[in-house]
């Protein structure tokens, strides 16, 4: 639990940090992992394009996020935070990075895709400045839900 003199350690993800990514993701999906170990590893191989970072707390994964850029937007492709961590600030911390690293890219538009039932995190994320687009049907393969699109554009707001 995060408390006034926790200290997270956050760094740019390797492929030593599979293991966690797994676990965490398991923890937040009930037991399921939806990206498996070996596109994980293809992503931070074979993918130039891909970032992931990841946070600790005192060795123990707790979050990650992860994206790509290219042709001028950054698409998040997850983010995970295990439940004894959430609304605590990590996923706004970890999405703000993100954001200054595709600004620092050049990048004009950020992308991500949320579950149409998981409105928490669609509070966060326009709050955050992502606009809802478009609607997704059966975008998540393991129940069919549809997806939310949601769009935050970053030439308006200027360079850091």
Request: proline share 4%; charged share 20%; net charge negative.
């Amino acid at each position: 639990m995060i408390n006034d003199r926790t200290v997270l350690a956050v760094r740019i993800g390797q492929l030593s940090d599979i293991t966690a990514l797994i676990t965490i993701q398991e923890q937040c999906y009930q037991g399921r992992a939806p990206w498996h170990r070996q596109p994980l590893v293809n992503e931070m191989v074979n993918n130039p394009d891909s970032l992931f970072i990841v946070v600790y707390d005192e060795g123990d994964p707790v979050a990650f996020v992860s994206a790509w850029f290219r042709q001028g937007e950054c698409h998040i492709t997850n983010i995970a935070t295990i439940p004894s961590y959430s609304r605590q600030g990590i996923a706004t911390c970890l999405i703000n990075q993100i954001t200054h690293i595709a600004r620092s890219l050049e990048m004009k538009l950020m992308t991500l895709e949320v579950r149409l039932s998981n409105t928490s995190a669609q509070r966060l994320y326009q709050d955050l400045g992502f606009e809802p687009e478009t609607i997704r049907a059966g975008y998540y393969s393991d129940s069919n839900e549809d997806a939310v699109h949601m769009v935050r554009e970053l030439s308006a707001l200027g360079k850091i």
